[in-house]
């Protein structure tokens, strides 16, 4: 049975998230017999995944979660390294070396791990790869990656006994099924309980399913994944333990606003308290919004360190999301110290935000610096990241000798480096504006009355919006008249044609012949079904809306292709920050496609939202037109008074002619 490792991206964990009160613990009186059933022991598991190092890079990390009960016995792989092959390639098990070989094009890995290589359930897999020749300033391009780590186990699963071991340290896998007709309570807290999972285990897969898909789902998971049931109770919230298919489940149930609440409490660490079976009066507050100012150490960095010849350097990622909202410019400070610069050599420090220079500055005189730089608002975008690279060469600019003699170093303070933003946009309308023009309030409307779709759509999609947000959002369900007439951004599942209408979306719900006839083809016929997530400006607020069109007769392709798409969202690789352009249109056969508004022939419901203005544009044209002509008329009237007062002045001033007169 394959356990599927934690990926290797690393994410700062949202913090902020406490327990408003005390919870109430309890032990059951009779603690349910599945909840302490054990999983049969079987064949051996196995975990795979990859990694890469650099050459000259540091060690690189693959952590993959072991479940409780389990032991891991062997690690396999292969080694692949391109570029040019000269040097060392090494693996390691928690910091112990597995193995060391000369580097090759191919080097295989198979080596014995024990549970003493086991540390807080996490199996730690590192490569580094040591090039041959390190002068001072050349370091090799070249790369080594693991592919398909695997990992065998053995040894039965241990089913948790309290609240606190259902949620380890990490997990490959939670699924929420979603009752068939769940009230709008339940609702918002399976959304809330998909954020809160998606924001504790970065790494593990989060799926949504209608709860007749359970079983079936649950049954193809790896161990140690988990099962998260969302109930509706009018008693105290609470919560209890099951099993399902021999994974773990946890049932929380209650009623109204304090069952989203306990679903948010389930993102905090301090579920570790509940040492018991059960949990009642579970709840949690919001984390502080965070503010436009931010350290490199709020933003997850707490060392920067450049050292060495030749142009080491370091990146800090940084997205919107962190301040709390779109902002519209970031002014950096850094400041930190460095060794002194011997003399004839030469040390610059450089900043780049998103491989654009932002400033640099010569490291002379002194041993501390401080660099102000502004970020344009042209180089802002959703995700950005911060490189700050030190160039330096040793003295009379000989890089001959051996690395690391009496090498250069930069230290930055990243408590005392910030980044200040200025509330504002910087993205033009589209999926790149997302997650963080939400900030951390999400309210989500249904368009239609099929509340378990609307569920699942919608938590599938705050799952993969919560990847990309460094804050806990905070998602609630609101009437859909109630979130047309507000300010605030948010999200729209299940839209009907009305409810795009209402909304002046891009695509509207109708038939439409073609997409882009000059660029793609796409072919959406009159009669052909579709599906769209749209991302939009409505109001100066953005919106997010998911919907379908299909013949009368053909309502279950509408829901049917709603459902493609956000589980396309929440698969395909790279999530979120995948989308670009404003439109996600797909048909029953295909994939999806992204797609911009403006390469859609316009369909006869947009233009019905201009007909008005264009009487309004008619009538004064005509106006104007009829302005113009009586000015005309008048000043021609005008011009022939004029000139026949002219012409009888000079005929009564002319004098008479000789031989006239007396």
């Not at 998230?17 to 059933?37: D, E, F, K, Y």
């Not at 080596?111 to 390190?134: K, Y």
């Not at 800090?316 to 004839?344: I, M, R, Y």
Request: charged share 15%; hydrophobic share 45%; net charge negative.
């Amino acid at each position: 049975m394959p356990q599927t490792p934690a990926r290797t991206r690393n994410r700062p964990h949202a913090a902020g998230i406490i327990l408003a009160c005390a919870a109430t613990l309890a032990l059951s009186a009779l603690a349910s017999p599945a909840a302490n059933a054990a999983p049969p022991e079987g064949a051996a598991l196995q975990s795979s995944s990859g990694v890469s190092a650099l050459a000259g890079q540091a060690e690189q990390t693959l952590v993959v979660p072991v479940t409780a009960g389990l032991e891991p016995t062997r690690i396999k792989g292969s080694i692949v390294v391109s570029g040019k092959p000269e040097g060392t390639v090494r693996a390691t098990v928690n910091g112990r070396v597995v193995l060391e070989s000369v580097a090759v094009a191919t080097i295989p890995l198979e080596a014995e791990v024990t549970s003493a290589d086991v540390v807080g359930q996490q199996l730690t897999v590192g490569l580094q790869f040591i090039p041959a020749t390190q002068t001072m300033c050349i370091v090799s391009s070249a790369t080594a990656t693991l592919n398909n780590l695997v990992v065998d186990f053995s040894g039965t699963a241990k089913a948790p006994t309290t609240v606190g071991e259902f949620f380890p340290t990490s997990v490959p896998a939670v699924v929420l099924p979603v009752p068939a007709d769940p009230s709008r309570d339940v609702s918002a807290a399976i959304m809330t309980a998909s954020a809160a999972m998606s924001q504790r285990y970065p790494n593990a897969t989060v799926s949504v399913v209608p709860d007749a898909e359970l079983e079936a789902r649950a049954g193809n998971l790896p161990a140690g994944s988990r099962v998260l049931s969302v109930v509706a109770d009018q008693g105290e919230t609470g919560t209890r333990l099951a099993t399902v298919t021999g994974l773990p489940q946890l049932i929380l149930s209650g009623h109204d606003e304090q069952l989203r609440t306990a679903a948010r409490a389930l993102a905090s660490d301090k579920t570790a308290l509940a040492v018991t079976s059960s949990v009642t009066g579970l709840t949690s507050g919001l984390p502080v919004e965070p503010g436009l100012t931010q350290s490199l150490k709020d933003a997850g960095t707490t060392t920067i360190k450049l050292s060495g010849y030749g142009t080491p350097e370091s990146y800090v990622g940084v997205t919107q999301s962190q301040f709390g909202g779109p902002v519209s410019s970031v002014k950096v400070q850094l400041k930190g110290t460095h060794t002194a610069v011997p003399d004839n050599a030469q040390a610059q420090l450089s900043v780049f935000w998103n491989d654009y220079l932002l400033s640099s500055k010569n490291l002379d005189g002194g041993d501390t610096f401080t660099m102000d730089a502004d970020v344009p608002a042209g180089q802002l975008q959703a995700k950005n990241g911060l490189r700050i690279r030190l160039a330096a060469l040793p003295a009379g600019g000989d890089c001959t000798g051996p690395a690391g003699v009496m090498p250069m170093e930069v230290t930055l303070d990243t408590a005392g480096s910030t980044l200040t933003a200025v509330r504002g946009g910087s993205i033009k309308a589209g999926f790149a504006r997302f997650p963080q023009a939400l900030g951390q309030s999400v309210p989500v409307a249904f368009g239609d009355a099929n509340a378990q779709a609307n569920t699942v759509n919608s938590a599938t999609l705050i799952a993969s919006l919560q990847r990309e947000s460094a804050t806990l959002l905070d998602t609630r369900v609101v009437d859909l008249d109630t979130l047309a007439g507000s300010s605030e951004s948010g999200l729209v599942v299940g839209a009907t044609a009305d409810v795009a209408n209402k909304l002046s979306a891009p695509l509207r719900l109708a038939e439409f012949r073609t997409i882009s006839p000059d660029a793609v083809e796409y072919g959406v016929g009159a009669s052909a079904p579709f599906g769209v997530l749209e991302a939009f400006e409505q109001g100066g607020r953005d919106l997010l809306l998911l919907g379908a069109w299909a013949p009368e007769s053909d309502a279950a392709a509408a829901s049917a292709l709603q459902a493609s798409l956000s589980s396309h969202v929440g698969g395909v690789e790279g999530g979120w920050a995948s989308l670009s352009r404003n439109l996600l249109v797909t048909q029953p056969s295909g994939t999806p496609v992204l797609l911009e508004s403006n390469a859609i022939v316009p369909q006869k419901a947009v233009t019905d939202d201009y007909r008005p203005y264009a009487w309004w544009i008619g009538g004064a044209v005509l106006a104007l037109g009829l302005a113009f002509a009586l000015r005309t008329l008048i000043m021609r009237r005008r011009a022939k008074d004029a000139r026949a007062y002219v012409d009888a002045e000079q005929t009564a001033t002319e004098p008479a002619e000789p031989g006239h007169g007396s």
